[in-house]
């Protein structure tokens, strides 16, 4: 089995490594208008202890490659998140 890059379970810097991935996304993420859109209030809502910021910006990538994987439905989007 492959060692990760970064273990999930490991909390420590969690901050930190996040914000690396953001800083590696940078503009590659876009809008996207999904079949079955998500917003970012939608997930702060659900995950009160994050920021909208975080919120808006995972709700940007989900929304588009949602539709890529099929999450375009209430259903399916429900299981994702859940």
Known sequence: M?????DIQDTENK???IDAVWKYLGSKVQEHQATFPITGAQLHEMFSGTSQKRCDEVASIINKYS????INTPLRM???LG
Do not use: C, I, N, P
Request: charged letters at 40%.
């Open 78 to 80: 429900a299981h994702f």
């Open 15 to 17: 901050d930190v490594k």
């Open 67 to 70: 539709d890529e994987f099929e």
């Open 2 to 6: 492959r060692a990760s890059l970064f």
